[in-house]
């Protein structure tokens, strides 16, 4: 026997297809991966196991090291969201925090708002807890007010206004500050999940929504993945004092604590100045590979679809003109050596139009050429 919630859990599409585009000589614009050659490596990058404390291999705090809660609160604060380090929880990768956020405030039938489309490892999450998901629809500056008065009975908000996956789109300042505004009026709770704020190619993103917020309770997620290595798994939380303790609690009962190995590893990263001048030397490389996706596109898929070019984060998001039945496309696709997203999965609800999620991080300016190139013959077909 089950638990009823398990009739809703739904595979990860993603994590099903990452099987297949893993395959030698696959083109894989499926995943959020970064580029192989733009991962850390702490033993490239000269970071040195013995100037680990000596109780490294000893159970930690539920929290996370200190020392890495005080980087984050700083960080945090740095970007208008004031808090102290006893408000941040380091977290096994950030879907942690999804996992935890939605124990804590996800009962059977919560009516929640989620940005349509939205991270779909996110939907997955909260349709296994039970959320009654209501869509907040998007316009080219982020998610649109008028959503918010479409389900007064909702009690939180999920946004991810910074690079959206899978849109790519980064919400107005006037915007961010609206719709705090709102939320604060009606009392909402805002999680604000924000992984691809570093991986910005023009100009430096807006400060985070929940800044804006003068009232509503709120957390805010950031992570390591897309910037250092996803398989560290760290990343980390910031609530408001209301929600911390409970999240600690959920934090110990769903694996004590966080990896210590990748907290040193960050810590001692972060003390050196790695991260930032590993993140500046991957800046380029991403946005060469994001300006290749945009000219072929351009080249090849200008009737067929329309996209915006993302200023930061790591994927394409293509609106298409006709309806297209996108599992057998992607089937299609997986036959030629070309994988990517269909965009259904990241609806909650019935798709608003049809469309296609393509990462442009982990492939060469070649592979993106070769993969659009396939593409668009089988969406000229
Ligand atoms: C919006 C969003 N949130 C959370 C995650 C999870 O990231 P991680 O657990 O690697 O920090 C991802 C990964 O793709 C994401 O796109």
């Given at each position: 026997m089950q638990a009823t919630r398990i009739e809703r859990l739904t595979s990860s599409l993603v994590r099903d297809i990452l099987a297949v585009a893993t395959r030698p000589g696959m083109i894989s614009f499926a995943g959020g991966l970064p580029a192989e050659e733009g991962l850390f490596r702490p033993q490239d990058a000269g970071i040195d196991l013995n100037a680990f404390p000596d109780n490294l291999w000893q159970y930690g705090m539920s929290e996370g090291e200190p020392a890495l809660r005080e980087w984050v609160a700083q960080r945090a604060s740095g970007m208008g969201l004031e808090c102290s380090p006893?408000?941040?929880?380091i977290l096994s990768g950030s879907q942690q925090g999804i996992d935890l956020v939605a124990k804590l405030l996800v009962d059977e039938s919560t009516d929640i708002l989620v940005e349509s489309p939205a991270y779909l490892a996110a939907l997955q999450v909260f349709r296994l807890f039970g959320a009654r998901m209501h869509d907040i629809r998007q316009d080219e500056e982020g998610a649109m007010p008028s959503a918010l008065a479409a389900a007064p009975q909702a009690r939180f908000a999920y946004f991810t206004p910074t690079f959206?996956?899978?849109?790519?789109?980064?919400?107005?300042?006037?915007?961010?500050?609206?719709?705090?505004?709102?939320?604060?009026?009606?009392?909402?709770?805002?999680?604000?999940?924000?992984?691809?704020?570093?991986?910005?190619?023009?100009?430096?993103?807006?400060?985070?929504?929940?800044?804006h917020l003068a009232k509503s309770r709120w957390i805010y997620q950031g992570s390591f993945s897309k910037t250092l290595s996803p398989g560290l798994r760290l990343g980390y939380l910031v609530a408001h004092p209301d929600l911390i303790t409970p999240l600690v609690r959920l934090k110990q009962a769903a694996d004590l604590h966080t990896n210590r190995l990748s907290q040193f590893i960050v810590l001692l990263a972060l003390q050196q100045g790695l991260v930032e001048r590993h993140v500046a030397s991957n800046l380029p490389l991403y946005r060469e590979r994001r300006d290749a996706m945009h000219a072929v596109l351009q080249e090849k898929l200008a009737g067929e679809a329309s996209w915006v070019k993302p200023s930061g984060g790591l994927f394409f998001w293509l609106q298409l003109q006709r309806k297209i039945d996108g599992m057998a496309l992607l089937q299609e696709a997986l036959e030629r050596g070309l994988a990517f997203m269909p965009g259904d999965p990241f609806f909650a609800g019935q798709p608003e139009y049809p469309a296609l999620r393509l990462n442009f991080s982990h492939s060469t300016p070649e592979e993106i050429r070769r993969g659009v190139a396939i593409l668009a013959e089988l969406l000229g077909r």
């Open positions: 006893e408000q941040v929880l959206q996956n899978p849109t790519g789109r980064c919400a107005t300042p006037e915007r961010r500050a609206e719709l705090a505004g709102l939320c604060d009026r009606r009392g909402l709770t805002v999680f604000e999940d924000d992984p691809y704020r570093d991986l910005s190619f023009d100009a430096p993103p807006p400060a985070p929504l929940v800044s």
